[in-house]
């Protein structure tokens, strides 16, 4: 039982408890565990399931009271699993088939400095889109967020997309 049930503290992967793509340092594990003993913990992370484990530790969804996967679309309350979205029961292979398709064609054709693949990771709720490629390392990762900075070539593919496929109400983020 939590000292302060009525409160309810929600943590970002990539970036607060982790570095991007990191696994978190028993520190921070430590610090999680004290903090649950006061208050309800959650974590919210746009990555799938899977790769939250591998950040947090295969038992992710005991050390936290809620786990959001996937920006909320999967979710888990007390271990147990609690909600899913999915994208295969919104849309048809056809309309799927179509946004990914133009995705791929476009990344073909930007150039930046380097593409390392897996430019697409279809998941549960959503769909990552990378355009460096979820391949890369961290270091072509960091040049790449620099060079995007300077040439916006995310929100440039965001306004494409949201114009070419605003009957399909995806959100972006």
């Given at each position: 039982m939590v000292a302060t049930p009525d409160v309810i503290a929600?943590?970002?992967?990539?970036?607060?408890?982790?570095?991007?793509?990191?696994?978190?340092?028993?520190?921070?594990?430590?610090f999680i565990r004290e903090l649950r003993k006061k208050v309800t913990i959650g974590i919210v992370g746009g990555s799938d399931h899977i790769k939250q484990q591998e950040q947090l530790g295969p038992n992710v969804v005991n050390?936290?009271?809620y786990?959001?996967?996937e920006n909320g679309l999967v979710a888990f309350k007390d271990g147990h699993p609690l909600a899913t979205k999915c994208l295969k029961d919104e849309y048809t292979e056809a309309q799927l088939k179509?946004?990914?398709?133009?995705?791929l064609h476009y990344i073909a054709d930007i150039d930046i400095p380097v593409k390392r693949g897996t430019f697409i990771e279809f998941r549960s709720g959503l769909i990552n889109i990378s355009p460096v490629g979820r391949n890369?390392?961290?270091s072509e990762r960091d040049e790449f967020e620099k060079y995007d900075k300077i040439h916006n070539i995310r929100q440039t593919l965001?306004?494409?997309l949201q114009k070419k496929f605003a009957h399909m109400n995806f959100k972006y983020s």
């Open positions: 929600l943590f970002d992967i990539d970036g607060t408890l982790t570095k991007p793509r990191n696994e978190a340092t028993s520190e921070m594990m430590d050390e936290f009271d786990v959001f996967a179509e946004f990914i398709n133009f995705v890369c390392s961290q965001v306004d494409v």
